[in-house]
């Protein structure tokens, strides 16, 4: 028994600290989110090359498809490093995607409680952000598109108010306006009645000029803002399944490259050990 010697997990050619359970469940979790970043990114750049020439740098910031582009390109950048990290068993790798995942669900997080507390200060930039869209309502198609959804969807109209669109340059109530659509309202304010077949798209036609009570015959006159806020208010519980179905995507990856750079680590730490002790492998 006393000239038998112990053994040791370097004793063990085959042995490895690595999980190939926890390697490549990691390399299948990046590389799903990658594929969906590529077709993110695929989409939003068609959809900039099908938009006319003259729009193309008319309203960058309210851009649907530069949002969708943008986000994709973030989210292949992090889910390579995860990929490649996780088969190349790189700790560098592994650790800026950790990082980059930890980040954004701490930022993800700030934000919805600084919103939640600072929610006057939120509603304002929100109606910035709406006044801003108004404004380059005819500048962009998606926009224009995404803007319709939201007011049909919501039953809503502008802003804070249906008056909101005399922001825009064709709808703008001034009497100097040359716009065959002055005072007007997009077909998506418009009370529409579910049998109707065929829209008017006239239907807000100088629909600014009615007072409140009158065109509420007509459109709907309650800004996106407020029936924003009831909706959120009546399906907090939807909401915070989205904001979990969110959170735990990133919160697996965080736990899954944790885990493999520690057995990572755990394996370089073993290498080392046999190399300085220069442990025989076949012993």
């Not at 993800?108 to 404004?135: C, P, Y």
């Not at 009570?213 to 924003?228: E, F, P, Q, R, V």
């Amino acid at each position: 028994m006393g000239g038998r010697r112990r053994e040791t997990p370097g004793s063990n050619e085959d042995f490895s600290f690595v999980s190939p359970a926890v390697k490549y469940m990691l390399f299948i979790f990046n590389f799903l989110f990658w594929i969906i970043s590529l077709v993110m990114v695929s989409i939003g750049m068609y959809a900039r090359m099908m938009k006319h020439a003259e729009a193309a740098l008319a309203c960058l910031s309210v851009d649907p498809a530069i949002m969708l582009m943008v986000l994709g390109i973030l989210m292949f950048i992090i889910t390579f490093c995860g990929c490649v990290g996780s088969l190349r068993e790189n700790i560098c790798l592994l650790q800026t995607f950790c990082i980059s995942l930890t980040v954004i669900f701490l930022l993800q997080l700030v934000a919805g409680i600084l919103g939640f507390i600072f929610s006057d200060t939120a509603r304002t930039k929100v109606t910035e952000m709406i006044n801003n869209a108004i404004i380059h309502y005819r500048d962009d198609i998606d926009l224009q598109n995404l803007i319709d959804f939201g007011q049909m969807e919501f039953g809503c109209c502008g802003g804070v108010t249906y008056t909101d669109w005399t922001f825009n340059m064709y709808f703008d109530c001034s009497k100097d306006n040359p716009s065959r659509e002055r005072c007007s309202v997009p077909f998506s304010c418009c009370i529409i009645s579910k049998e109707k077949v065929v829209v008017n798209t006239m239907c807000g036609q100088g629909m600014q000029e009615l007072e409140y009570l009158a065109a509420g015959d007509y459109i709907h006159t309650s800004g996106c803002i407020d029936k924003m806020v009831n909706w959120i208010h009546s399906n907090l519980f939807l909401i915070g399944g989205i904001a979990l179905g969110l959170a735990i995507p990133q919160l697996v990856g965080i736990l899954l490259s944790q885990i493999l750079i520690n057995q990572i680590k755990d394996q370089i730490n073993l290498q080392n050990y046999n190399i300085k002790h220069q442990v025989d492998p076949w012993s």
